[in-house]
Each structure stands twice: as structure tokens, then as C-alpha cells.
């Protein structure tokens, strides 16, 4: 995949990823199986448990009837094979579910969207893993691997409701380059997300920590937030093939405006 970062495949182009989800049997990490599929993409949803993971895959497919979604189930050994992984596993569980597969996710790029969180009487408030954030003990467990933080701010409920979008910007840190465009085409092929490069790896940090905001905000106004940044401009789209092919009157080649996240 390209390392340019937040560029938005064309309409009907989505590049379709093998992923595997660690911990995907979870609201979360289900979540985004069922928002990955729907968008093209074969997903394994992993556990320590494959039967575990089979009841929740068929749970998945019995909802969506009729969308041919390619997600099958496995442990997270079979999940760690994919061709790119996610760690959705509770906060807690990240550094060690990562260590068990550790071979098998040499050499690959690793999505963390675990968020180290607390609740206390009637607040959220972020705690520090070691190494600052979740992300960082997964990159520092497997150093082979090339790990990217994502997702942590898009909410699981409205992610895995099929029926309607999720308006959101996803904010994508790593310390290599090419993790951070491997996750933003990811992103950017579900409809309505829109990546955000935010920098290295020590972004991490702040970006979990920020989640426990985003939890009271929902407490106090009864409500799912989800964010959006503004002033930052939206990419161009790839021109369509025939587009291309055809050009401007002056042999030119034209591209459209992507489309608004």
C-alpha cells in the first residue's frame, strides 16, 4: 500500500486487505470486523478461543443477512497469519495477546486501538501503561513489527451498526511511515472516516488518554461523540480510469474532490 497518508480510493476501487482482529470477539474488535467487511475487506476474527470466536462471527453474519461478508472465524494465532493485524484486546491484554503471536506478526504492520482506561464512581480517567500507551508496550513487545495506533475514538456501537455511517476522523500515529499509510487507506476505504496523520508513536499517549473525555462526554449528554477537525483540507480523489483515459480537451487528466468525512 502507498505511504501517502489520508488519500481516499475512488468510488468501487477499495484495494481489499486481509486482516486479522486479536481480541476481536469483544464490542470493539467486532466492531470493526462487521465495518471492515462491509467495505470489501476478508477479515479473521481472532480469540483465544476459536469456538468463542465462531459464535460471535455467526452472530455477526445472522445480523447482516444477505451483505456477503467475508469474515470467518479462528484464535488468534490463525488471526496473527493476516496480512495486516489488529489488537483489539482489552488495554490490559494487548502487551501479552502480542507476545504469544509474536513470529507471526514479524515484519507486518500491527494496529493497536486498545485505550489504557479506568472508570471511577462516575468518571473515566486514563491510566499509563508502561512505555506511555498501549501502543508503545505492543511496538516495544514485538519490535519486528510495525505498529500504528487507530481507532481508539471512533464509538463501537454506531461502528458496528451497518445501517448507518459513522461521521468521524481518525487519528493515526507511528513511528513508520509505512504503517501510517497502510492504516490510512484502511480507514479511508470505510465510507465517512477520514485518517488524520498525527505523528510518531509517542502521539500514542495523549490520543488514548483522550478517549476518557470523549466517555464523560457521553455520560453528561447521553450521547456517542465522535470527533471532527476542521480546517484541515480534504484530499483529492484518484481520477476514474475512464477519466483518466479520456483527459481534458488539452490531453490533461482530471481528478475529483474527495469526498467529505
Not at 485505550?115 to 519486528?144: M, Y
Not at 468521524?168 to 500515529?173: I, K
Not at 473525555?213 to 480523489?237: C, M, S, W
Not at 480537451?249 to 475529483?256: E, L, R
Request: glycine letters at 10%; charged letters at 20%.
Amino acid at each position: 500500500m502507498s505511504d501517502v497518508v489520508g488519500i481516499r480510493p475512488a468510488p468501487n476501487r477499495v484495494c481489499a486487505v486481509q486482516i486479522g482482529i486479536l481480541g476481536g470477539t469483544g464490542p470493539a474488535g467486532s466492531a470493526l470486523a462487521v465495518r471492515l467487511a462491509s467495505a470489501g475487506h476478508q477479515v479473521v476474527i481472532g480469540s483465544r478461543s476459536r469456538y468463542r470466536a465462531l459464535e460471535v462471527v455467526d452472530g455477526l453474519l445472522e445480523r447482516w443477512p444477505g451483505r456477503e461478508l467475508a469474515i470467518t472465524a479462528g484464535d488468534n494465532a490463525a488471526a496473527a497469519d493476516a496480512e495486516v493485524v489488529v489488537i483489539a484486546t482489552p488495554w490490559d491484554g494487548a502487551y501479552g495477546t502480542a507476545t504469544s503471536v509474536a513470529d507471526r506478526l514479524a515484519d507486518k504492520v500491527v494496529i493497536c486501538m486498545a485505550n489504557a482506561l479506568t472508570r471511577i464512581g462516575k468518571e473515566f480517567q486514563p491510566l499509563v501503561p508502561p512505555r506511555g500507551s498501549v501502543a508503545a508496550s505492543v511496538q516495544a513487545a514485538v519490535p519486528a513489527c510495525r505498529v500504528a495506533a487507530a481507532f481508539h475514538h471512533v464509538p463501537a456501537k454506531e461502528l458496528g451498526d451497518l445501517d448507518h455511517p459513522v461521521e468521524s476522523d481518525v487519528l493515526v500515529c507511528s513511528d513508520h511511515p509505512d504503517a501510517t499509510g497502510t492504516t490510512s487507506e484502511i480507514v479511508a476505504s470505510l465510507p465517512d472516516l477520514r485518517p488524520l496523520d498525527a505523528g510518531g508513536l509517542s502521539q500514542a499517549t495523549p490520543i488514548e488518554s483522550f478517549t476518557a473525555v470523549l466517555l464523560q462526554l457521553n455520560v453528561h449528554y447521553k450521547t456517542r461523540v465522535a470527533l471532527r477537525f476542521t480546517g484541515i483540507a480534504e484530499p483529492e480523489a484518484e481520477a476514474e480510469p475512464e477519466a483518466a483515459a479520456a483527459g481534458g480537451p488539452d490531453g490533461s487528466v482530471g481528478a475529483s474532490a474527495g469526498d467529505d468525512a
